[in-house]
């Protein structure tokens, strides 16, 4: 049971370039979100879908674009890498309930903008 | 407005000494109930549901819907407890996101 998978696992970009980060998950979910952890600090909401087609911003969506294409996918978009979006980014999906509503998480992508 | 609030972003401990976190929340419905544990470099991993109302690694967290409180409780902290724990919110029955508290980092001092 793959869970959530994040895809890369690490990458250093130089400033300007652009990027792709992939969030797929194997559990029929409909919610998933992109968060961002900067060093000693709580998670950060970038974006969020609750459904194949849907997206909708978070707490810190500048500088990040996502697709849900399909449901098992969410992607996280950099079109122009800034040193500021250097941290560790982590995917989450949930189900769509009255129970077992948890979150899970991917393993997280370690993202350096140099 | 809907939010989870963890007071506390650093709370030391000595090791043996009871351990309390904090999460209060504020929702108008009857949400789940969260907490959540974040080893040094590695993702969260659910520690406690409200729903379930089970021991796990020591830890007890009991829902409060009065003081909308579900504070997090180890009678007896040990050195691996040193992590990030979050709070965490889920409005059942779908209708919006899971909402997490900011963390709190519990660090065990020896």
């Known amino acids: 049971n793959a869970g959530v998978t994040q895809t890369p696992k690490f990458r250093v970009l130089k400033t300007g370039q652009s990027m792709t980060l992939l969030c797929a998950q194997d559990m029929n979910h409909e919610y998933m979100y992109w968060y961002r952890q900067d060093p000693g600090m709580g998670l950060r909401l970038i974006h969020y879908s609750v459904g194949e087609g849907t997206t909708a911003k978070g707490e810190v969506p500048d500088g990040y674009n996502v697709s849900r294409l399909k449901k098992q996918n969410f992607l996280l978009g950099l079109e122009s890498a800034a040193p500021s979006q250097t941290s560790v980014y982590f995917c989450?999906?949930?189900?769509?309930?009255?129970?077992?509503?948890?979150?899970?998480f991917g393993q997280g992508t370690r993202l350096t903008v140099v | 407005a809907q939010r989870v609030t963890q007071p506390e972003k650093l709370l030391s401990v000595f090791k043996g000494a009871p351990v309390e976190l904090k999460c209060n929340y504020s929702?108008?419905?009857?949400?789940?109930l969260f907490w959540y544990v974040q080893y040094s470099r590695q993702r969260l991993q659910l520690l406690l549901r409200?729903?379930s109302r089970e021991s796990i690694k020591g830890f007890t967290a009991d829902l409060n819907k009065g003081e909308t409180s579900f504070h997090l409780k180890k009678p007896f902290a040990q050195e691996e407890d040193s992590a990030m724990y979050y709070c965490a919110l889920s409005p059942r029955g779908g209708g919006d996101k899971i909402i997490f508290g900011k963390g709190t980092r519990l660090h065990i001092l020896p």
């Open positions: 989450a999906s949930s189900y769509f309930g009255t129970v077992n509503t948890e979150a899970f």
């Open positions: 409200h729903i």
């Open positions: 929702y108008s419905g009857s949400p789940e």
